[in-house]
């Protein structure tokens, strides 16, 4: 795995799981005719629920083996414990990757890593499920401590408890901090899993691209549709082909002398500020939902809207926290002054149609 000296982006590609010998050969032949670097494939496969495929098991490593031979890229497969590591080791497998579950246990993590103690094979680090990128740098140093030292990051997205258009909530700012703290790591994107499915992962893999990761990790499989894992979100190879034709892939770095390595790029920058800005506004239109409850039980306990000590008591406790973060009373002032009015506003329409329907 030699992503620094790769021409950027650094490709991996391959289907979820190993269903059949066949697929894994097919796919893998298209793929190596399309300039991937790496073909993965999932053996074991940590599912949500048990009952689903849980993958073909250790017989799946001979048909890694198998893509090696024949094709030349070299093979990947995620491990989750000591015996899958002993048997990827044992049949050859090029590079290891720790899944999103894994990565979210430190036990796991550090068996994984001491089993690796005194390898130096090449490490993929998937983020943990739950958005704690100290959880992800904390992966990331138990194979450095266990004398790994290529690895890369693989930014696959975050579960919450809303859902959006994403299986996979990217929260971009994470990768870009994990970016800031660990600047010479390379980080891949699994657009795939972040989309959940296929229609967004142009727009994902492009995005990442923007944000100077230096490759991707797409699923691909010569059925998707047929796919016994993650079937909505695999392409075929023809497709996997289109997709990286029709990337836009911008100059690493500002060419103006001027401007310090070190510091971020306005991209990195700007999309902090979007995700700053998303996080605002869902935090506000949940706030303005407990608003519009509240404006209910007031009209049914017919007490008025404005409840001054209330409100008093809301700004006073503002401006202290405003404060201790070095925000100034003013600013503190004029945005609660405004959520108030909007708050009172949208509770004086439920009183008016809550009277209208009396
Ligand atoms: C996978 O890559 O197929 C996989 C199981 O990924 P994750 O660990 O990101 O869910
Ligand atoms: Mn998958």
Redesign the pocket.
């Known amino acids: 795995m030699d992503i620094k000296n790769s021409k950027r982006p650094y490709i991996i590609a391959g289907p979820?799981s190993a269903e059949t010998e066949t697929q894994v050969l097919k796919t893998a032949k298209l793929l190596s005719e399309n300039g991937v670097n790496v073909f993965r494939a999932?053996i074991w496969?940590?599912r949500t629920r048990p009952g689903n495929f849980e993958g073909v098991g250790s017989k799946g490593l001979k048909w890694l083996k198998r893509v090696k031979e024949e094709t030349g890229m070299q093979v990947t497969t995620?491990v989750a414990n000591t015996k899958h590591v002993y048997e990827a080791l044992k049949a050859g497998i090029d590079i290891l990757w720790i899944?999103?579950?894994t990565s979210a246990n430190p036990f796991a993590v550090q068996e994984i890593a001491d089993t690796l103690t005194g390898m130096d094979i090449p490490v993929m680090i998937?983020n943990p499920v739950n958005a704690d990128i100290d959880l992800w740098i904390g992966a990331v140093e138990r194979f450095q401590k266990a004398g790994i030292t290529n690895i890369a990051a693989i930014h696959?997205g975050f579960s919450t408890y809303t859902k959006s258009k994403y299986r996979n909530e990217p929260m971009w700012q994470i990768p870009v901090e994990l970016r800031r703290r660990m600047k010479d790591l390379p980080i891949i994107c699994?657009p795939s899993?972040i989309s959940g499915r296929r229609d967004l992962l142009q727009s994902v893999s492009q995005k990442a691209m923007d944000l100077n990761y230096e490759g991707l990790m797409i699923?691909t499989h010569i059925d998707p549709d047929n796919a016994l894992s993650?079937a909505k979100q695999q392409i075929t190879p023809e497709s996997l082909k289109i997709l990286i034709n029709h990337l836009i892939i911008r100059h690493r770095k500002s060419t103006d002398a001027d401007i310090p390595e070190s510091l971020e790029t306005m991209e990195e920058l700007r999309t902090k500020i979007d995700e700053y800005d998303n996080i605002i506004f869902e935090y506000l239109n949940k706030r303005m939902d407990v608003a519009k409850n509240i404006g209910i039980v007031k009209k049914k306990s017919n007490i008025t809207i404005l409840q001054t000590d209330r409100w008093n008591e809301i700004m006073e406790n503002a401006v202290k926290k405003g404060k201790e973060l070095g925000l100034s009373a003013k600013f503190v002032n004029k945005f609660f002054q405004a959520i108030h009015q909007e708050s009172i506003q949208q509770q004086t329409e439920i009183y008016n149609r809550l009277s209208k329907e009396q």
């Open positions: 979820c999932g496969k940590p995620e899944g999103a579950r998937k696959r699994d899993h699923e993650d």
